[in-house]
């Protein structure tokens, strides 16, 4: 293909940011440039622009800036309820093959009821979900391994890991590599540190633990997504206090909890609820001890937040 001397040509790229209208792209050939949306589509309401989103964008014109002209279609989103009760959906970012869940081991101390709605978010959005648990430094490992037990037994992979040592890096690092993958997890859990700590260019915001955990404010602020320098992307995501799920029905919530899979399709009444319906082969594997009780607990929990919520 020839390009005509002083005519630069469209070009590809994946959306790593945007505030205030201002939207950084890197292209395929790695260059990062600053865009603003075209007209047309910030008034199709239908979609709105994510990081990870991969967009055509048009080179300058009359007014020096580069244009983003088309959106192309998605993968995949990690996408939630806005915070607050508010009803429309919340693409967080675009394009996701894998969500890192991150938890600490202690500071701030780990509940399992909020780690499981982390999980139902990537279930939900059919996105594979890993477990990291950071700050190991902070407890005996053996004690951390109990306390997250139930979730390799549910088919999670789950890292322990410590930026503090170390521990844990080089694995993360290996799963991370040549994917784009979305980190979440509470707020003071370590997410930018650990990315910092694999990537020492990336220079995330961090905050002493103390402010972090006591004056409950977020140190990172929207998603950023960070091209990895083997190839692929993580999206830091600001911590989250409450979790919230769009369009979940109770019916597709049992899906999210994979270890209810072997059972689901055993129980008598084919639209089972697993809760109060006799012949109920989930219920039963908890009580035999084949599904965590806790983790059963947690569905029970959601399965009554989304039918009174509706
Ligand atoms: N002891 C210990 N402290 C850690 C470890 N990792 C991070 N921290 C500390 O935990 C605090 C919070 O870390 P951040 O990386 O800001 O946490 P975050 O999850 O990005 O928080 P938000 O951006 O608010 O969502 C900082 O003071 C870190 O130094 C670790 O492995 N061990
Ligand atoms: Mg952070
Ligand atoms: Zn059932």
Known sequence: MTVDAGE????????????GGVWVVRTTGGETREAALR?????AAHIK???????????????????????MPRRSVLARRAPG????????????????????????????????????????NELDAQILVNKIDLVELEAARARFADYPRAGYVVHFAS?????????????LAGRTSAVSG?????????LNALYPGLNLRVRAVSEAVNKGRHTTVGAWLHPLPGGGF??????????????????VLAMCFPEFRPWRERCRFADCSHRVEPGCAVRDAVERGEVSAARYESYAR?????????
């Not at 990870?52 to 088309?70: F, K, M, N, R, Y």
């Not at 890192?100 to 990537?122: C, G, T």
């Open 85 to 124: 009760g508010g009803h429309g959906e919340r693409v967080v970012a675009a394009n996701v093959d894998q969500v890192i869940v991150v938890f600490a081991a202690a500071q701030p101390e780990p509940h399992v009821r909020m780690l499981d709605r982390f999980l139902v978010v990537a279930e939900a």
């Open 8 to 19: 630069m040509p469209a070009e590809r790229g994946v959306v790593l940011r945007g505030t």
């Open 163 to 175: 930026v503090r040592t170390g521990e844990g890096l080089p694995e993360l690092r290996e799963s």
């Open 39 to 43: 007209g047309r589509l910030k008034q």
């Open 186 to 194: 509470p707020s003071g859990v370590g997410k930018s540190s650990l």
């Open 302 to 310: 959601l399965y009554s937040e989304l039918t009174h919520d509706s």
């Open 234 to 251: 993580v999206a830091d995501t600001p911590g989250l206090r409450e979790v919230g799920f769009w369009g979940l029905t109770p019916g």
């Open 49 to 71: 622009l994510a990081v990870g989103d991969e967009v055509v964008l048009e080179p300058p014109g009359q007014d020096g800036t580069w244009a983003i002209s088309e959106i």
